[in-house]
Structure formats: C-alpha cells, structure tokens
T-cell receptor, first 114, second 114 residues
Framework: DQQVKQNSPSLSVQEGRISILNCDYT??????FLWYKKYPAEGPTFLIS?????DKNEDGRFTVFLNKSAKHLSLHIVPSQPGDSAVYFC?????????????FGDGTTLTVKP | NAGVMQNPRHLVRRRGQEARLRCSPM?????VYWYRQLPEEGLKFMVY????????ESGMPKERFSAEFPKEGPSILRIQQVVRGDSAAYFC????????????FGSGTQLSVL
C-alpha cells in the first residue's frame, strides 16, 4: 500500500512557464511534508517543506501548497528554468512512531525545455 | 564541509557474495538513514540508526540484511548472499537530530548483482 503517491511520472514544460507537481497521501498521521530534487547519479537534495499547520510555504521560485482535507500537496515552480530539469520526490513524515522517517513517492521527472 | 560520503559508488557482486556499503554522515550528524531505490521506483526506507543503536528497522528485509552505526567509523549496510533482486541504488542520509529535519543524502551506491 503506497502511502505517498505521485501520479504523474513525467512533466514537460516550456522555460519561463509554471511547473506544477502533484502529490497525494493516504496516511492521516502525516503532518510534515518535504520536496526533494534529484539529478542523475546524485542523491536527493532538499528543496522545500511544509508543516500541516500551514497551507502554503514559499521560497523564491518554489511554493508548496497543502490541502489537508484532500490529502494533497503540490509544488509550484515559477518561472521554470532548464536547470530545474530533474526528478522531484514528495516525502511525508508522521510524528509517531518515528518522526525522522520519511515516506517517499515514486517521483516525477520534470523536463524544462528552452 | 564534507557532505554525506558513501562508498563505493558502484559495487558489482555475483550471486551469493556479500555486499558492504559504507556511509559517513555529515560532521555533527548522529542520525543515519538508509534508503533503497529500485529501478523506476521511489526511495524506500530501510533503517534508521543512531550511534550504536538501531532505532527503526521496519523497512529492512528480515533475512540477509543488517546495518550498524558504531561509536567510531561509518555506518555499514551489509547484504549477505546477494541475489539479483538486490540490485538497486542504496542511499544513505543523515540529520543532526531526530525530528522534522530535512535529510542530507549521499550520492548513493549502485549495487549490481550478476
């Protein structure tokens, strides 16, 4: 049973436009969410996070939105740049039993075309 | 300030051999996580360790897999009697404390079982 789902394996957008990556979760115990970016042959790197007490968190070109009632979050990148082309992972964690353990989705490959 | 160091980057083993994957966390980090990524899938949690303690091993296969994080030296993920299905990328991550921390990932070890 996959508790974090990224239903779009891939997304292609034009440079300068908005990229929207989606993530759904099923475990109502999840209350902290993170996005990671991964380039080939490298490990994931942290991008942005959001606590369940918020519905939006913004950092530069990156904004994460959380809809708790729908158990849905999204990552918006605007404007998109070719260097943003990577695999994006959504991750979620619950306070118990292990607050440090994150459950990851399968990732969405973003391609930004010049 | 060195990041999370994993070695080797690539490891080739024949079926039945042992694989040892090493991870040195970032300086000052005492929490280590191991994740496995199978082809076309996301990162699956395996084990969470602190110095000399296994905190959560709920993602570890029951047989052939073990992990340790000794008082001195790197964390070791050990796979005995490897099978082809063990072929995957193994990522180590660290954090300075337990909780809602972003994880710092190494570049991973790509294990190939012939």
């Amino acid at each position: 049973d996959q508790q974090v789902k990224q239903n779009s394996p891939s997304l292609s957008v034009q440079e300068g436009r908005i990229s929207i990556l989606n993530c759904d979760y099923t475990n109502s115990m999840f209350d902290y969410f993170l996005w990671y970016k991964k380039y080939p042959a490298e490990g994931p790197t942290f991008l942005i996070s959001i606590s369940s007490i918020k519905d939006k968190n913004e950092d530069g070109r990156f904004t994460v939105f959380l809809n708790k009632s729908a158990k849905h979050l999204s990552l918006h990148i605007v404007p998109s740049q070719p260097g943003d082309s990577a695999v994006y992972f959504c991750a979620a964690s619950a306070r118990t039993p292990n607050a440090g353990k994150s459950t990851f989705g399968d990732g969405t490959t973003l391609t930004v075309k010049p | 300030n060195a990041g999370v160091m994993q070695n080797p980057r690539h490891l080739v083993r024949r079926r039945g051999q042992e694989a040892r994957l090493r991870c040195s966390p970032m300086k000052g980090h005492s929490h280590v996580y191991w994740y496995r990524q199978l082809p076309e899938e996301g990162l699956k949690f395996m084990v969470y360790l602190q110095k000399e303690n296994i905190i959560d091993e709920s993602g570890m296969p029951k047989e052939r897999f073990s992990a340790e994080f000794p008082k001195e030296g790197p964390s070791i993920l050990r796979i005995q009697q490897v099978v082809r299905g063990d072929s995957a990328a193994y990522f180590c991550a660290s954090s300075p404390r337990q909780g809602r921390e972003k994880l710092f990932f190494g570049s991973g070890t790509q294990l190939s079982v012939l």
